[in-house]
Structure formats: structure tokens, C-alpha cells
């Protein structure tokens, strides 16, 4: 069966300082990658979405960038963080075309919780 | 734009006290609708999907329901456990190598014992 982790759980950093959060995927291969944010009582909001190693694509003009160094992982970073950076991350994956149908979803991890202070 | 909207934006219930989440969608020819649940400071479990306009799907007090415009998710008799927020989201048509779904802002569901 497939698993997703994200680390950390949460991470408290000062305005300016960098970032670096983790996704990796275990039990399948090639996935299709994504990192969301959700703030507090708001729907998901794509930033991210990579389809293979090296590939990225972003959603929403912003002080993050994502990488994909490794078929599993995927990483979100920034240079310097700002205030409106907080928030609640989630990477997600999900089966890459044409293997997925119509009915496949994606699946999300337990997420990292981001404060800037 | 295609828009998915969920209402109410919060609910709360009496154990045992049945009712049902709304989620309409702008999408046309959309391939597929998806409901997670999402417990407070986790991330968002997959529940169900529905593709075809009649389709239903049920999980213990859960049944989901599909018509060409919207999306049920009806819940019979709720107990404490079932409260969280209940996201709804869509795969838009047309072929997309990233799959991108659109999600609503979610139905904060309560139920008190």
C-alpha cells in the first residue's frame, strides 16, 4: 500500500529565515506530486504540482518554490519567509496518466503546520 | 471559472439527528467528484468518489450521492466520531498530465452527544 510523510509536523520560524519541507511517497512509482496550503477554516490552495523528477509547475505567483530531486520526493522552500507564509502545508500524490482514471483521487499527508513569527 | 461551492459553511446536530452536506459545482463534463474528510490539524482522508449523474456510495453513516449539478453527502444517524470538515472536490474535463482537482472550502460538521 502506498504511504505519504511530511516533516516536520510543525516548524515556528522567524520572518526572513529559509524553509525547507519534506514529502516523500513509499509503494508507488512515478507519481504525480503536489503541495498545497490551507488557511485556518479555508478550502486547499494548489501551489505546486510536479509530473516527474525535475519538473515543476506553479499555481500561484509567490515567496515559495518546490523541487523534485527524486522520483518520492518532493520539496517546498523558500529564501526568505514572510508573515502571510504561515499556514497549514500539504503534499499530496496522486497515480499519473494514462495508468490513473477518471475515478483516481489524490491522497494527502498529515501535513505540516508553518507559523512565521 | 469552474467553482465548487459546499454549504453549509458549518453544521451542528444532536446525536443521532440525520441530515445532509451540499456540494454544487460549475464544472461541466467534469471526470469525477471526490469527498475527504479532514480531522482538525491532519491531513484530508478520501472518503468517496462518484463519476456518473445516480451514482451513490456509502461508508457506514455515510452515503454520497451525485446529480448532474451536485453532490449529497448524506450522514444517518452521526455520532461524536463523525464530527470534522468534509471536503468536497472535482476533476475538471479534459485530459491534464497533473490531474489537478478544484476543491470547495469544505462543511465544518459537529455533532454533540
Known amino acids: 500500500s502506498q504511504t505519504i510523510h511530511q516533516w516536520p509536523a510543525t516548524l515556528v520560524q522567524p520572518v526572513g529565515s529559509p524553509l525547507s519541507l519534506e514529502c516523500t511517497v513509499e509503494?508507488?512509482?512515478?507519481?504525480?506530486l503536489y503541495w498545497y496550503r490551507q488557511a485556518a477554516g479555508r478550502g486547499l490552495q494548489l501551489l505546486f504540482y510536479?509530473?516527474?523528477?525535475?519538473?515543476i509547475s506553479s499555481e500561484v505567483p509567490q515567496n515559495l518554490s518546490a523541487s523534485r530531486p527524486q522520483d518520492r520526493q518532493f520539496i517546498l522552500s523558500s529564501k526568505k519567509l514572510l508573515l502571510s507564509d504561515s499556514g497549514f502545508y500539504l503534499c499530496a500524490w496522486g497515480p499519473p496518466p494514462p495508468l490513473a482514471g477518471v475515478r483516481e483521487t489524490q491522497y494527502f499527508g498529515p501535513g505540516t503546520r508553518l507559523l512565521v513569527l | 471559472e469552474d467553482q465548487v461551492t459546499q454549504s453549509p459553511e458549518a453544521l451542528r446536530l444532536q446525536e443521532g439527528e440525520s441530515s445532509s452536506l451540499n456540494c454544487s459545482y460549475t464544472?461541466?463534463?467534469?471526470?469525477?467528484l471526490f469527498w475527504y474528510r479532514q480531522d482538525p490539524g491532519k491531513g484530508p482522508e478520501f472518503l468517496f468518489t462518484l463519476y456518473s449523474a445516480g451514482e451513490e456510495k456509502e461508508k457506514e453513516r455515510l452515503k454520497a450521492t451525485l446529480t448532474k449539478k451536485e453532490s449529497f453527502l448524506h450522514i444517518t444517524a452521526p455520532k461524536p466520531e463523525d464530527s470534522a470538515t468534509y471536503l468536497c472536490?472535482?476533476?475538471?474535463?479534459?485530459?491534464?498530465?497533473?490531474?489537478?482537482?478544484?476543491f470547495g472550502s469544505g462543511t465544518r460538521l459537529s455533532i454533540r452527544p
Open positions: 510536479s509530473v516527474g523528477i525535475g519538473q
Open positions: 464544472v461541466s463534463g467534469l471526470r469525477g
Open positions: 472536490a472535482v476533476r475538471p474535463p479534459g485530459y491534464s498530465s497533473a490531474s489537478k482537482i478544484i
Open positions: 509503494g508507488t512509482s512515478n507519481p504525480n
